[in-house]
């Protein structure tokens, strides 16, 4: 099962050392202030319907990714975020891990901000590790649901 959505792939990525420093030394730092902007809101006033949650999570990748300038891995994050959008609005029905993953992005942002790329690798990989879990539960769920609206 697991297979069909990428995410038994999902280990830390080729370069992942590499990716905090990359993003610490990147030119375009100024996109930071936007995400943090956004995700700082929505940890106040959480009223963001599930699918506004999962395509902000999504552009938050997203926008670290173009950061970086990583074309294999913006490629790459977008081919499992084409697989898991419908599960991530359904993860992100959860007010608990709506509020969980505003912390863990802000957390990233300011690691980042800070200039400390150590803190900025663990942030991600925290981020990276919780949204795999979730994932995970959430497409069983989905699964045992379906399955019973069939019977």
């Not at 891990?97 to 942030?123: F, P, S, Y």
Request: aromatic share 8%; net charge positive.
């Amino acid at each position: 099962m697991e297979d069909k959505y990428g995410i038994t792939g999902w280990r830390k990525p080729i370069g992942y050392r590499e990716i905090p420093e990359a993003l610490l030394n990147s030119t375009d730092l100024g996109v930071i202030g936007d995400p943090y902007h956004t995700w700082s809101a929505l940890l106040k006033e959480p009223s963001k319907q599930s699918e506004e949650f999962a395509i902000l999570d999504t552009l938050f990748h997203d926008t670290l990714a173009r950061a970086l300038g990583n074309t294999f891995l913006l490629r790459s994050l977008r081919t499992i975020n084409e697989r898991l959008t419908l599960f991530r609005m359904l993860d992100f029905e959860s007010p608990e891990r709506a509020e969980r993953t505003c912390r863990q992005h802000l957390e990233i942002l300011n690691r980042i901000m800070a200039k400390d790329a150590v803190g900025a690798r663990e942030a991600m990989w925290e981020n990276i590790e919780a949204g795999r879990n979730h994932i995970r539960s959430t497409i069983k769920d989905a699964l045992a649901r379906s399955y019973l609206k069939k019977r």
